[in-house]
DNA sequence: TGTACATCAGTGAACGCGCGTTCACTGATGTAC
DNA sequence: TGTACATCAGTGAACGCGCGTTCACTGATGTAC
């Protein structure tokens, strides 16, 4: 990159070459995805909305796919970073799981249209997006790293957290899926009303846990 | 209808009248959609399997999403029958919600293209599609009377009920999705092997509701 | 039983659309000498 | 410091595709008389 030798340069936009156009279609393609949606997600709308031709973007990404796949990373990288900012609201380790499934639930009814791309059957073969898979079980590790701290110092076995980690996801992206496809009414998805819900589901999981 | 005068009659579809082809229409539907995924399924594509004219559908569903819609109701209604079925084999309470919950992940992993098509979120706005909002309760309701049967005689508020039913729903939902989307592995999608973690994930909560 | 006619359920050509992608190109940049 | 040149990162026109849908039509059917 190195492209701006003065730091009060002109800014990238009015420049033949960008500098940084891969990272500038990522921010069109959320933006844009915000606003049309996953169907209105598409190659030359996302080159129209950073102010590029059609062709741009193959310089950047290898095609469609790619570029959809790095907007699925970018999703995976704010829910970790979401679930984490839950955790660490807790004291508990119970807390701290129940309030990492909560930010999940609450950052898909925030951003229903991301949610969905980053759980896209099209990017579903993660041979295909390496990176894509790294950065998805990263933020799986977030829920799993809550459930061994609430399983503790018990002996419990490591093919028994690894259960209760994915049962504990599957709660919560149950939760998620149902109130942005419309399962349990418009209402539900307002970010309290979800939270709310939340907390209620996971109280049954997160509590019969405790109990165990 | 009453398009066969005689019980021996000619095959519908040799004739000009076809004589039941909104069913014969969901009936492609539903294969080309097993066959070529959720993007295979267009308006042409169904009439194109049904050997009927591209325009033929219009006669019978006012657009694509009728179709599609119509399409989605039968899977729930196929559903509701996997789930009644998984709750027919089991004595207890307790086990009947989980073998309704089992029986909902093996019908999503055996059909995951019809499973993401009932939950599409162009079908999200339920109020456009009554009969199939109706469709889709119904399978919820073999959750919740499942649900109810546990808590069973226990003075439990219906609130209550119903967060428990949601609970239960949402884990199992969450589990058929995330098998389906690859978020397990694409091994997991085995039915033999989806099942067995279906149990292992449910027991956690409907043990822990037993314990309640 | 025949017949006129309204209605139903199909046809087939065509339209406009936006898509992903190809192709050949050109302007800008960095570097070796 | 200048300059030649390879490389990088953009352009713009065009292609073929399949889609949903419109339009005007026609064959088949049911019914009233």
Redesign the interface.
Known sequence: MSRAKKPGSAPARDRYHHGDLKRALVQAALELLRRE??SGLTLRGVARAAGVSSMAPYHHFADKTALVAAVAETGFDRLRDAMQGGANTARSPAAKLQQTGVAAVVFAVEN?ELY?VM???DL???TEHPSLAAT?QAA?MVVADAVSQCEGRGATEPSQTR??A??S??????????L?????G?DACDPRQAKQ?AV???D??F???Q??
């Open positions: 949606g996953v229903p969905r759980f896209s059957p579903a073969d993660k998805a799986f259960t209760t994915v049962a996801w599957a709660m919560v992206h149950g939760l998620a899926t149902l942005i496809d419309g399962q349990l418009e819900l209620a589901t996971t049954l999981l509590e019969g846990l109990n165990q």
